[in-house]
């Protein structure tokens, strides 16, 4: 984008109702919410690639399960910049 003289930006994918492989978000447990995620990781390190996209990937799930590292979970302080700048969703809990 800076190549451009475009700013950097942001943007949320949401892609679930197209694969059909896998419930609409709001009717998937966490264990499809989980290989959903993983399914879009193939798609998304494609387009973090190529030049004209590239970016980052920052995973709200803690872990994909029996014990397998979410390699993209985002940082406590990464969270916390992207919420300062309101680009991502303050915790509601807090």
Known sequence: MSTLGLDELSMRVRVGRNLTSFNLPGAMNQAERIE????????????????EYGGQVYSLTPDFGNGEENPNKISEEKY??????????KNMDD
């Open 80 to 89: 916390q910049e992207l919420v300062d700048a309101h680009i991502m969703f």
């Open 36 to 51: 959903f995620e993983k399914t879009m990781l193939a798609a998304f390190d494609k387009l973090i690639s190529m030049e």
